[in-house]
């Protein structure tokens, strides 16, 4: 039992890839038959693997068509209203866009009173529901795709928004933390923090941006496992002598994903973190790039949706590229090495763990 354990750990790597290439065949068919071929590789190989891997494969896939034909099915059946739970709003210049959750599913409402809402109330609203554009130009960014993709139902023009009742918001934080910066900070100062600690960029001039990318640290404002390293790095030494450090860090690391509504770099990047802690805690060796494997099948599971995420995507095809990077290129400096595992996600060298 505990040899089968150890082998499913040790090939999460494959189970990662199979479901990449069944939810890549969903839009590209011919990327079935390498799931196919891929599944009898398996089977031939490991008969316990590949009754794991059939089965995760085959629950992602229902789960898939099962939220397709639910957000269809809402989608076909649009009436005159919706209610839902705000989680965000965004001031544009002619309305204020608000974010409605609606069961698993978001609404973009387009709000041209500017009525005075906040994060966790419930509301009705009328209005006429908005075509959504395909891209215009060949192979270029299509936002239909990217809507429904991300598990977005309407876009809805209001004509009138009711209040049904206020709920907690678990997004309260991210507007306090804001609301502090607004209050305590001006103009460039302002402006540098939000960036920085929240992500948000849209203050920024485009002579700002243009000197950032000048200087080679725009990527300072895009949240990122680097902002959870450097965190925990400074963690680690302020709370060097407590006894309760590691519990101290794991709040402080769950509250920083709530103030950064939980971005997919962070939550990637923190899981990771606690999966090693956890690893290392239970004596179990388990090498990077089957953690990082891991954290890919949960999402997936989670939602089959996100890996048509860009921001997915890229996070977890940077990361699976740095940890197989061959170790004879790696800069050996101390500095760069941090830079490196920075860069890698939080993944500090302390914590990487190999099968031996």
Known sequence: MKYVYHNILNNLFIIAFLLTCLLVSINYNIFFIVVIIFLIYIYLNDKTLFIISFTITIIVLLLYIIIYKYQMYLINNFEDYITGKIINIEQKQYYQKITLKYKIFKIIVRDYNFNNLELGMVIKVEGINLDIDCNHVFNGFNYNKYFYNNLYLYEIKSSSIKILKKQFSIYI??????????????????????????????????????????????????????????????????????????????????????????????????????????????????SSINITSLIFILFVLTNPFIMYNNGFVLSFMATFIIILIPDSIKNKSKIKNRVYYSLKGGQSDMFVFKFE
């Open 173 to 286: 934080f991210n507007d306090l933390v804001n609301n502090y910066l607004v209050n305590n900070f001006t103009d460039q100062s302002l402006v540098i923090l939000k960036g920085f600690i929240l992500g948000d960029t849209s203050g920024f001039s485009s002579s700002l941006n243009n000197e950032l990318k000048i200087n080679g640290i725009i990527h300072l404002f895009a949240i990122s496992g680097l902002h959870v390293s450097l965190l925990i790095s400074l963690l680690e030494k302020g709370l060097n002598n407590l006894k309760f450090k590691n519990y101290i860090i794991n709040i402080i690391l769950i509250i920083y994903m709530i103030i950064t509504r939980f971005s997919i770099s962070i939550l990637r990047s923190v899981l990771t973190y606690f999966f090693k802690l956890f690893f290392k805690n239970k004596n179990i060796i388990v």
